[in-house]
Every structure is written in structure tokens, then in C-alpha cells.
């Protein structure tokens, strides 16, 4: 842990660094808590090596991070919120910049430490999954004013599903370590609902919806819920921040959070779909966002869950079939078991998109 010490104070921390651990739940970055002991206080921080195969594009990332809560630490410090607490504070380096690079070529960066908040990675209170609807919606409401054009696309295509079913087909047919003959069933799966992939895009492409600028990986823990009063009170992981549909993150957290079982629970008859949860968010959310959504992206809400979780599934699938280069794994399986479990999902979703239709109808304006 020294050398993850010796990284830490590089940055310009307040007090002397006495322990640094591995923390939370992320699939990319690799993140630890920092603390410092200045005089009485002990204080913490967030240290995070960024994932370079993920981000090849380190310089661009941070100028979209440092951009957009720079923005909207202002839009908080104006509303007489507390800044600090509810969005991320970048830390800078000794020398002023808003990453480290060591010499063996990671990049590193800091963020004050959100004291006092949950990261969930599930949720049975509908009380608390609304009101991360509510941050959520008014998160990309207040966006709505940042100038698009400044952000980099970190990555390329990110949620464009038509080319994730493209490199999963690619993927599919190297079958390069050999392993698309245990997941025939999952490979079955996406392929009988490859017409999915174009809706969203098609309807970008024809400006039949929006394009925003939206967060892109909405999941539960990725929103910070303060402990004592369990409201929703920071958006967190703003890396992939870019121009894209309020469907996707709409869809995101609704994949995450109603699933009534972990993202990688092995036995399926634990995994359903909790459409009292999916009420309770899409009530909070469509309060959040107010009157910016159009009527198009209402009537595509319920459809934005099933195909984000479609999409997500997939993306396990073809990380799995590629040799697990993409999302941190526990074990060799671990991407085909998360896989399912979204299959499951989808499935479940797709049984009742008529009632998540008449949900959504029902809080829309
Ligand atoms: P990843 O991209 O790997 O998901 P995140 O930026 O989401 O990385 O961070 C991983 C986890 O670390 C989060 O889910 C949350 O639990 C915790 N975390 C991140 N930033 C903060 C912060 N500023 N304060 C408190 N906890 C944080
Ligand atoms: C990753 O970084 P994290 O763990 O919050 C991924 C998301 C996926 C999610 C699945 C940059 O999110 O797109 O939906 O895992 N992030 C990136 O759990 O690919
Ligand atoms: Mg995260």
C-alpha cells in the first residue's frame, strides 16, 4: 500500500496520508480511500487510477470531468447548496493539474471524500429509489444548460447499440478463446432481438428525440444517498458524460435498480423485475427532469429500460466471448453470469412493457 500512499501526496491533500485502501464497488477505475490526519481530524479522499484500455483518451476525460463540475459546483454554490457535498470536487496535483501520471504511465486523479453517504448496490425502499429518479431527472435537467460542444466523446459509440451488436458479432465470429459454444442460449438471445439496436438511433438520427447531454451509467451506485436523511444528494463517475438520450440514462438506472437480485446473482430464479420500484422511479424522475421531456421520449421510456439492459447484457456477453478484456472479473465466468442475469431482466421487462407504458403515461405532465 506505500506506493498507493506515495501517489496519494502528490496531490495537494490537506494533512498526512496514514492509511490508503481499496474501496467501493466500480467495474472500471480502481479506487481507494484515502485518509489524512490533520492535527484532531482525520479526512478522506478518493484515489482512483483511471482505466487506460477503457479511457485511451486520459487528457480528454478530465477536461469533460473538471468541465462539468466546475459547472455545476457553480449552478450549486448559486441555488445556496453546499458544493462539496453535492457534486465531486477534483483535488489537483502539487503542480496544479487535474491528474498524476507516474512513471510507469498510470494516470491518477483525487476527488474530496462525500463523508456521511451510501453508494447502494441495491434497493428495496421505494421511498429512496424515487427520490434517486428525482436527482437523476433534475441531474440532467441542469446539464440541459452546459454547451455541449466542449465535451470530448471519451468513448466512441458508447451507447450506440447498433455498433455494440456489430463488435459483439465480430467478437462472436473470432471466437477467440473459444468459448461461444457455453453460451449458445446468450448468444440465441441477443440475436432474436437484434431490431432493438436501431430504435434509439434511428430516432436520434431522425431528431425524433433529443440529443442531450447525459450522464451515460446511471446505476444506483454511482448516485451518493446521504445516510441520515436518505435522499439522493451526488451524482458521482462522471467520466462518461457526452452527448446522448435521456432514454439511456433513464434506462440505465431502471436496469440496475429494479432488478430484485445483484448484477451478477447466479441463480436466476433470484433475479425479477420489480415494477413497484419502476413506479417509484419513473414518478421521481419525471418530476426531476419537469417539463423538458417530450412527449417521444415518454413513449419510449419502458422501451429505454429494456433495450439499456439488453444493450449491458450484450456487452457482458461479448466481454466474456473476447477473453474478459473490458469489466473487472472475480472469476472466469463472472461476465456470462451477469449476462444472464440481464437477459432474465429483459425478458421479465418485456412482459410487462404495457404496464411500464401506462406507469410512465401516468406521471408524464
Ligand atoms: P467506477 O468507474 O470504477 O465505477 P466510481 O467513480 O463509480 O468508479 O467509484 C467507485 C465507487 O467509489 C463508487 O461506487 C462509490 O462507492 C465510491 N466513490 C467514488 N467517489 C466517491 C466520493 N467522492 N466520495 C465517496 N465515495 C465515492
Ligand atoms: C460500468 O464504472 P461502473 O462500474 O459504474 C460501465 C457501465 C456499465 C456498468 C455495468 C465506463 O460502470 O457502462 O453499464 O459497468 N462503465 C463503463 O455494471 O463502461
Ligand atoms: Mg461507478
Excluded at 63 to 68: C, S
Excluded at 181 to 209: H, N, P, T, W
Aim: overall charge negative.
Amino acid at each position: 500500500m506505500n506506493n498507493i500512499a506515495d501517489i496519494a501526496k502528490k496531490f495537494q491533500l490537506k494533512g498526512e496520508v496514514v492509511s490508503a485502501a481499496p474501496y467501493g464497488d466500480g467495474h472500471i477505475n480502481d479506487t481507494y480511500a484515502i485518509v489524512c490526519a490533520d492535527g484532531e481530524n482525520n479526512r478522506r479522499y478518493i484515489l482512483q487510477r483511471m482505466n487506460k484500455s477503457v479511457f485511451p483518451d486520459i487528457e480528454t476525460l478530465m477536461e469533460n470531468v473538471a468541465l462539468v463540475t466546475e459547472f455545476l459546483s457553480k449552478k450549486i454554490k448559486e441555488r445556496g447548496g453546499d458544493s462539496e457535498r453535492e457534486t465531486l470536487t477534483l483535488v489537483r496535483t502539487k503542480e496544479g493539474k487535474t491528474y498524476y501520471v507516474c512513471e510507469n504511465g498510470d494516470c491518477w486523479r483525487v476527488f474530496l471524500f462525500i463523508e456521511n453517504t451510501i453508494a447502494y448496490q441495491s434497493v428495496d425502499n421505494a421511498d429512496i429509489f424515487e427520490d434517486t429518479g428525482r436527482a437523476f431527472g433534475v441531474f440532467i435537467a441542469g446539464l440541459a444548460e452546459f454547451d455541449a460542444s466542449k465535451l470530448g466523446e471519451v468513448i466512441k459509440n458508447f451507447h450506440n447499440t447498433r455498433d455494440r451488436f456489430n463488435k459483439f458479432t465480430a467478437v462472436l465470429n473470432a471466437d477467440k478463446v473459444g468459448r461461444a459454444a457455453s453460451a449458445q442460449k446468450e448468444i440465441g438471445f441477443v440475436k432474436a432481438r437484434e431490431e432493438y439496436c436501431d430504435r434509439v438511433v434511428g430516432m436520434l438520427e431522425r431528431k425524433e428525440i433529443p440529443l442531450r447531454v447525459t450522464h451515460n451509467d446511471t446505476k444506483l451506485n454511482n448516485i451518493l444517498i446521504d445516510a441520515d436523511t436518505k435522499k439522493a444528494i451526488c451524482v458521482i463517475d462522471l467520466d462518461t458524460i457526452m452527448p446522448g438520450s435521456l432514454l439511456y440514462d433513464f434506462g440505465d438506472a431502471v436496469r440496475f435498480g429494479c432488478s430484485t437480485a445483484a448484477e451478477d446473482e447466479k441463480d436466476l430464479d433470484k433475479v425479477d423485475f420489480d415494477i413497484e420500484l419502476y413506479e417509484a422511479f419513473t414518478k421521481g424522475f419525471l418530476e426531476g427532469i419537469g417539463g423538458s421531456i417530450t412527449a417521444k421520449e415518454v413513449e419510449n421510456l419502458a422501451f429505454g429500460s429494456i433495450l439499456m439492459t439488453y444493450e449491458c447484457g450484450m456487452r457482458f456477453l461479448t466481454d466474456y466471448l473476447d477473453g474478459d478484456n473490458y469489466f473487472k472479473i472475480k472469476y472466469p465466468e463472472h461476465n456470462l453470469v451477469r449476462c444472464r442475469t440481464q437477459f432474465k431482466l429483459v425478458a421479465k421487462m418485456e412482459e410487462c412493457l404495457d404496464k411500464m407504458n401506462l406507469i410512465a403515461r401516468k406521471y408524464a405532465k
